[in-house]
């Protein structure tokens, strides 16, 4: 009887180990998801034309948080489009422009 038990409480606790994984990665796993919260959040304040002259966009992720920046035009002397967003729930941190 115990030895079903058991059996039985590790057949129940497989899936919860193996989401784990899952879990982890976070809701902004990579890059991209990271690219497009930063797109939605800087399209309605700089306006598309602006955002759009700033590709390619970069983003690197250091503890738990995605930083997304645009990259400077050739011609232009103003600064990037810059977005910090938290990877466990997507949410914008901080969002500014360089000057």
């Known amino acids: 009887m115990r030895r079903a ?8 606790a497989l899936p919860a ?3 784990l994984g899952q ?4 809701v902004v796993p990579d ?5 497009a919260i930063a797109l939605a959040a800087w399209v309605p304040l700089y306006g598309r034309d602006q955002v759009e002259k700033q590709k390619p966009f970069r983003a690197s992720l250091h503890r738990g ?5 645009g990259t400077l035009p ?8 810059i977005a910090e967003i938290d990877k466990r729930n997507g949410n914008v941190i901080w969002v500014s422009h360089g000057k």
């Open 23 to 26: 879990f982890n990665a976070g």
């Open 31 to 35: 890059e991209n998801a990271a690219i």
């Open 5 to 12: 038990v058991a059996v039985l409480a590790i057949l129940v």
């Open 74 to 81: 050739s011609d232009s002397a103003r600064g990037v489009a």
């Open 17 to 19: 180990v193996f989401s």
């Open 65 to 69: 948080v995605w930083t997304v920046q």
